[in-house]
C-alpha cells in the first residue's frame, strides 16, 4: 500500500465525509497560521536579543504547541482524518501520563512549571505536541510515496530523532 498525500487523512473532502465547510476552514487556518508565525517569530527574535528563554517568557510554550495542534487539526481533510489525529493526540498524553507516574517507557522524568494546564501530572499540550510531532513524519516519508509500513517506520524513527 502505497501513501497517497490527499487522502492522508480519511479521504477527500468530495467524498461527503467532509470534516467542516472549506471556507470556514481557511479563515481559521488562516487566523491560527498567522499566531503561530507571529509567535514564533517573536520567540526568535526575544531569544536572539536577550539570550535564552527566561521564566517570564515561559507560558508561551503552551499556547504555542496548542495553535500548532489546532492547525494540524484543521488540516484534516475528512471527520475519520480528525478522529485519527484526535486518536493520536489521545494516545500520546496516555503515553506520557504513563511515562510520567512509572517511568516506562522513556525512564524516569518529569515536567517543569512551564507548559500548563496539566491532567494527571501531564500537560495537556502533551497530546498535541505527539499528534504534531507524528503528523509531520508521516507526510514527509508519505509523501516520498514510500509504503505505508516503511513510513510509519521511518515517521516513528524520524519523531524520536525530533524529540531527543
Known amino acids: 500500500m502505497v501513501y ?3 487522502s492522508a487523512l480519511g479521504g477527500d473532502e468530495d467524498e461527503g465525509d467532509a470534516l467542516r465547510p472549506a ?13 503561530f508565525v507571529l509567535m514564533w517569530a517573536g520567540g526568535v527574535a526575544t531569544h536572539w536579543a536577550g539570550g ?10 503552551s499556547p504555542f504547541l496548542t495553535l500548532a495542534g ?3 487539526v484543521l488540516s484534516a481533510r475528512t471527520r475519520r482524518g480528525g478522529a485519527a489525529l484526535a486518536a493520536l ?3 500520546g498524553f496516555a503515553v506520557e501520563v504513563l511515562g510520567a507516574r512509572t517511568g516506562f517507557p522513556f525512564g524516569a522524568y518529569s515536567y517543569t512549571g512551564a507548559l500548563w494546564p496539566r491532567l494527571f501530572g501531564v500537560p495537556v499540550v502533551m497530546g498535541f505536541a505527539w499528534m504534531v510531532l507524528v503528523a509531520h513524519g508521516w507526510s514527509i516519508f508519505a509523501r516520498m510515496r514510500w509504503p505505508a509500513p516503511l513510513a510509519s517506520v521511518a515517521a516513528a524513527l524520524w519523531t524520536t530523532a525530533v524529540d531527543l
Do not use: K
Open 70 to 72: 489546532l492547525i494540524v
Open 89 to 91: 493526540a489521545l494516545f
Open 4 to 6: 497517497d498525500p490527499p
Open 52 to 61: 535564552a528563554a527566561s521564566r517570564e517568557r515561559g507560558w508561551l510554550a
Open 23 to 35: 471556507r470556514w476552514r481557511r479563515a481559521a487556518l488562516a487566523v491560527l497560521a498567522a499566531a
